[in-house]
């Protein structure tokens, strides 16, 4: 069975930082493309981190230059560093990968993890 095991979040003061990590187990080949999501309280799902395969990445505007995205292929992980962060970078990530394994292509979510910015 393949699943992805986020960790990394937690509490942090304004102008601190996070490194949020999304493991991926089982029968997997490759990690293809990356996305990282959040959803703050009474908010839609938003996208603000993008990994394609071939290594562009692209932010959303609210985190550009604070937020990195990375991958360690050898460990099937990815992460997103997060610095300089704000009260409104405050909510649920969650990590979107999409995979191979050996049956198929598939795109797979992770449970999600807090991050509570205090100001």
């Known amino acids: 069975q393949v699943q992805l095991l986020e960790s990394g979040g937690g509490l942090v003061q304004a102008g601190g930082s996070l490194r949020l990590s999304c493991a991926a187990s089982g029968s997997i080949l490759s990690i293809n493309a990356i996305n990282w999501y959040r959803q703050a309280p009474g908010k839609q799902r938003e996208l603000v981190a993008v990994?394609?395969?071939?290594?562009?990445?692209n932010y959303a505007d609210s985190v550009k230059g604070r937020f990195t995205i990375s991958r360690d292929n050898a460990k099937n992980t990815v992460y997103l560093q997060m610095n300089s962060l704000k009260p409104e970078d405050t909510a649920v990530y969650y990590c979107?990968?999409?995979?191979?394994?050996?049956?198929?292509?598939?795109?797979?979510w992770g449970q999600g993890t807090q991050v509570t910015v205090s100001s």
């Open positions: 979107n990968l999409y995979v191979l394994t050996t049956l198929q292509a598939t795109r797979l």
């Open positions: 990994a394609t395969s071939g290594g562009v990445t």
